[in-house]
């Protein structure tokens, strides 16, 4: 578990980044703001802030705010309790995002793999999302995203947001929020 003096700089500093941007939320929206850097303990590098405006059993919305260079680590949304597995839209509201899934390897990848989780990154098929791009990736979809060296803001849009049955390749990371 993250110390709460990190939690609250993180939430300060993603709630500076949306304002930034311009995307106005509200003083309770920025306090329950999540911030996981997944169990890891290496929130600058691996980790992701997330400000879920609506999840019911239909839909979800959120805003993932990834600081500079900081990676969402590979995983997967697969069926579970008899749902189909979480589909989601990916859409850069702010900065550059890297995002990796199966397909033909990339050469020059742009992302930076977290030193010590090589072997646990398996997709290298890069789409660069520039403010304004989007992409859909269809459920049960191995991925994982990076931002570029000035952070960025995606909002994301899904069908039900099911956190705790995310399967990530790093046997390490366990998603509660």
């Not at 700089?9 to 993603?14: F, I, L, Q, T, V």
């Not at 919305?61 to 839209?89: D, M, Y």
């Not at 994982?144 to 947001?161: K, L, M, R, Y």
Request: glycine residues 8%.
């Amino acid at each position: 578990m993250l110390p709460e003096d990190v939690v609250r700089k993180s939430r300060d500093r993603a709630a500076r980044m949306l304002e930034s941007a311009g995307i106005v939320i509200t003083i309770e929206e920025a306090a329950g703001m999540e911030v996981t850097d997944l169990g890891l303990g290496r929130i600058d590098e691996t980790g992701v802030q997330i400000l879920v405006y609506v999840n019911t059993d239909r839909y979800c919305a959120k805003e993932l705010i990834l600081f500079s260079r900081q990676t969402c680590p590979e995983h997967r949304h697969p069926p579970a309790n008899g749902r189909p597995g979480k589909q989601e839209t990916f859409r850069v509201r702010w900065g550059k995002v890297w995002l990796y899934v199966p397909g033909e390897p990339t050469d020059h990848m742009n992302a930076h793999i977290p030193e010590g989780d090589e072997d646990c990154y398996t997709v290298f098929h890069e789409i660069e999302l520039l403010p304004g791009m989007q992409y859909t990736l269809p459920p049960d979809t191995l991925h994982w995203f990076q931002a570029g060296e000035e952070g960025a803001i995606v909002s994301e849009f899904s069908s039900t947001s099911h956190d705790e049955t995310d399967v990530f390749t790093d046997s390490r990371i366990k998603r509660v929020p």
